[in-house]
């Protein structure tokens, strides 16, 4: 019995189809890496049964689900609610999650606590932290605790304020090598993939040239070993003008009104529901209803 056969029939720890190493594998066959985000049980089964091969439960959550406007609000509580729901719904994808603002700062215990929940309580199968060569110890420290790590560099928005607003990176000399010491020494601390935001897609390909472990780009360009995207992005459903680096490959928010304003004006119009989407009595019980309410002299003339 392969290990696909094992997945969800009550096998601990899950199982998933797409590993670590089968990422590895795909970059060094050259085999793009699909990702998207989900943060709901809906959402990670259309992502999934779509053969995405990474699901991310980004801490995006914050601005694309619940209306915050960064993502530094989010909770370690909000994102493992969300990855809960997101693992219920994915059978095959690697699902990573995203360890919110605040929740691997302190220290690396404080840290090691908060991303064991994830595996645990949410069943994820590694976490995504942000920051370059300065989380490297921190990498070390979460793989020596069992616990695989998604490294995410570049345009990082939990450094918002830091970077002053969202900018793309690595745009001169220093900030393109500092990005190479930081992938390689996310790598050589343990992490099993790199996210790149916002940065040169020549910064992208060097970086994926030199990296033995999959990049996985978001406004990086095409030459990361992977792309991917923030899935209401995807669908125009976030409400913003998107970012240069976003496709849009269906219009969400349109198709969602019209159904909403069909809905709207059935209802006003008692046109929903209708006979067939209600329920019956049983017919006998009907007909012996519909016969007393007869009137009197129906009965009268039946009887004659
Ligand atoms: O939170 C998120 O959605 C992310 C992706 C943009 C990679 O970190």
Redesign the pocket.
């Known amino acids: 019995m392969s290990l696909t056969h094992l997945r969800d029939r009550g096998a601990s720890p899950r199982v998933p189809s797409v590993t670590a190493q089968t990422l590895l594998e795909m970059k060094r066959c050259g085999h793009a890496i699909t990702a998207l985000?989900a943060y709901d049980y809906p959402t990670a089964r259309l992502v999934d049964e779509a053969g995405i091969d990474v699901v991310?439960v980004?801490?995006?959550v914050g601005m694309a689900v619940l209306g915050y406007d960064t993502?530094l609000p989010v909770t370690n509580d909000e994102m493992l609610h969300h990855t809960r729901a997101v693992s219920r719904g994915v059978q095959r994808a690697f699902l990573v999650a995203?360890m919110p603002f605040g929740s691997y700062h302190a220290s690396a215990e404080d840290a090691i606590r908060n991303a064991t929940r994830f595996i645990k309580e949410a069943s994820a199968h590694a976490v995504?932290i942000e920051g370059g060569q300065r989380r490297a110890d921190l990498v070390q420290r979460l793989t020596d605790a069992e616990i695989s790590v998604v490294a995410?560099i570049g345009l990082t928005?939990q450094s918002g304020h830091r970077m002053s607003g969202y900018r793309g990176q690595g745009r001169t000399s220093e900030a393109m090598d500092q990005l190479y010491a930081d992938a390689l020494a996310l790598e050589g601390a343990g992490a099993v993939a790199i996210?790149l935001?916002g940065i040169p897609r020549e910064v992208a390909a060097e970086i994926t040239a030199r990296a033995g472990i999959p990049t996985i780009g978001?406004g990086a360009g095409p030459d990361c070993d992977g792309q991917?995207l923030?899935f209401p992005d995807l669908l125009n459903l976030t409400f913003s003008q998107p970012a240069k680096f976003v496709r849009r490959y269906a219009d969400g928010a349109a198709f969602f009104a019209n159904a909403l304003e069909r809905y709207r004006d059935d209802v006003t119009a008692r046109t929903f529901p209708g006979n067939a989407e209600s329920y019956h009595l049983p017919r006998e019980l009907r007909e012996q209803r519909e016969a007393l309410e007869q009137p009197a002299d129906l009965h009268a003339a039946g009887r004659k």
Request: proline share 7%; glycine share 6%.
């Open positions: 985000t991310l980004g801490d995006s993502t995203d995504k995410h928005p996210v935001e978001i991917i923030v």
